[in-house]
């Protein structure tokens, strides 16, 4: 009786047919797990390949080539880790999904950084440590050591879900190296100390004025009694006041490069802005609001469009304040490596300006959604109109601190900013009388007070439980500085005994 091998052969067929594709899957798991870490070398080896070509035959070419990666690095690191302030407000309130957070952060950052990223890197270059003090060869190691230790510690840190300060990082590596190559007095104290009560500021400031800005949407939007009347009112006003205030800064502050503008005209271009925008927003405002129910499940929906426009803003704002924690020391090494000594009047090259713009978005885009959700979901519970305040509010403080040079911590500023809505919203509810009012009429209750106190107690329960989790990232700010110069000190120590 013959056998019926073409059965047998099929079943054999089909389990070869079932392992290869086991196989393809487990190795395209295994691709989408090493095409982050390949993308970012292949980033590192371009952006030595783009050094290259700018300082071929100089005597230092090898080191400024070297410095390029290295700044790379750090660069995507601060992608990674601190560019989820500026987008995980608006995740965290269900207003945008996290690709088109993603594409929005990436997008303007670079032009943040390459339109508005000099004047605070300047500051970083030239303002921490006495070039004067120090010899060139061995300026060349401090930026070096300052920009090892500050990667390597932010990379720790996003690994380990910790919204650190890129800019304590590599201050605190500044620093570290710097004492140790030439002593106290190379560091400029003076300068440091503004710098540190800047850090102290930034937080306070933001608080202040997202609490401002949520008090404003309160009193004149939220508790009326004709909510979607007042939007329609009072909403093209915020539009108009936020884009006339950004398009001021560009003129005046972003563009010195390219054509001086002076404040008044810069203000009067502003002032042009916002009374357009102002005026091109009522019937967009007026169209969205067609059909709405006279609830705040309806403003949340029309808030969406400003707290993208706020996300956006704000990438703009870090872009240009932060590009400098990693294009400073390499902008400072690029002049050791030729001799000179940085000083404030300095400009960093173009190039050196992209290499730090293109390395923040590539390493949000490849790292970034890990520490979006922490910020946006775990610290506290927001909705559009709060997310707006915290954006807008954490924007608005580091464009000043731009202006002025001053390289703040938009960490501190962005939580700040949450935690001045927090205090405000408890302070607002045991507090105002509109809100009481308008909870009566809806409520139909004749005593309120011990409901309010009731909801308060509440409150402060919940807020309680995330203050908690945000003394963990207290914790880790206090850690940060310290810890990036002594391991900065540890590697210049390396690295100076090697090479000089």
Not at 183 to 205: H, K
Not at 243 to 264: C, E, K, N, P
Not at 319 to 336: F, K, M, W, Y
Not at 365 to 379: A, Q
Request: aromatic share 8%; net charge positive.
């Amino acid at each position: 009786m013959a056998k019926p091998r073409p059965r047998l052969e099929k079943l054999t067929l089909d389990k070869d047919l079932d392992k290869l594709s086991l196989a393809e899957e487990a190795s395209h798991h295994v691709m989408r797990r090493l095409a982050a870490p390949g993308l970012a070398l292949l980033f590192l080896l371009l952006s030595m390949a783009f050094a290259a070509t700018y300082v071929t035959g100089s005597s230092g070419a090898a080191i400024v080539v070297a410095a390029a990666a290295i700044a790379g690095y750090m660069a995507m690191n601060i992608g990674a880790n601190d560019v989820t302030n500026n987008v995980g407000a608006a995740v965290g309130a269900k207003a945008i999904t996290m690709a088109t957070a993603l594409g929005i952060a990436a997008v303007f950052e670079v032009a943040g950084a390459l339109i508005a990223g000099r004047k605070v890197t300047l500051t970083i270059e030239a303002g921490i440590v006495d070039g004067g003090l120090v010899d060139p060869s061995a300026l060349v190691w401090v930026m070096m050591a300052a920009l090892i230790s500050s990667a390597a510690w932010i990379n720790i840190a996003t690994y380990s879900r910790a919204p650190v300060s890129t800019t304590h990082s590599i201050i605190g590596g500044i620093v570290g190296a710097g004492m140790t190559a030439a002593g106290l007095s190379s560091v400029n104290w003076w300068a440091l100390a503004g710098i540190t009560a800047s850090w102290s500021i930034s937080p306070l400031f933001g608080g202040v004025i997202a609490a401002i800005f949520l008090a404003f949407l309160k009193e004149f939007i939220i508790y009326r009694e004709d909510k979607i009347g007042a939007a329609r009112r009072w909403m093209p006003v915020v539009l108009g006041v936020t884009a006339g205030a950004f398009t001021a800064y560009v003129a005046v502050f972003a563009l010195v490069h390219v054509a001086v503008i002076s404040l008044s005209s810069g203000l009067l271009i502003g002032l042009l802005t916002g009374m357009f925008c102002y005026v091109s927003s009522k019937p967009w405002i007026h169209r969205q609001s067609v059909g709405l129910d006279n609830r705040n499940q309806s403003l949340r929906k029309l808030f969406r469009m400003p707290l993208i426009f706020s996300a956006a803003l704000l990438s703009f704002a870090h872009g240009a304040n932060d590009v400098s924690n990693a294009i400073g020391p390499l902008s400072a090494i690029v002049s050791a490596a030729s001799g000179a000594v940085s000083t404030e009047g300095a400009r960093a090259p173009f190039w050196v300006l992209l290499i730090g713009a293109l390395g923040i978005s590539l390493g949000l885009l490849l790292y970034g959604p890990l520490l979006i959700r922490v910020v946006g979901e775990e610290i506290t519970r927001l909705n559009p109109m709060r997310a707006f305040c915290v954006a807008l509010a954490t924007a608005v403080t580091v464009l000043l601190a731009s202006a002025l040079g001053l390289p703040i911590s938009s960490t501190h500023t962005a939580v700040g900013a949450v935690f001045g809505v927090g205090f405000f919203r408890e302070w607002y509810t045991r507090h105002s009388r509109r809100r009481l009012e308008y909870v009566r009429q809806k409520t139909g209750q004749a005593d309120f007070m011990g409901s309010a106190e009731t909801n308060f107690a509440e409150v402060r329960r919940r807020r309680l439980v995330r203050r908690s989790h945000f003394l963990t990232i207290i914790a880790a700010w206090v850690i940060t500085v310290p810890a990036s110069a002594l391991l900065s000190a540890v590697v210049y120590l390396i690295l100076s005994g090697l090479f000089l």
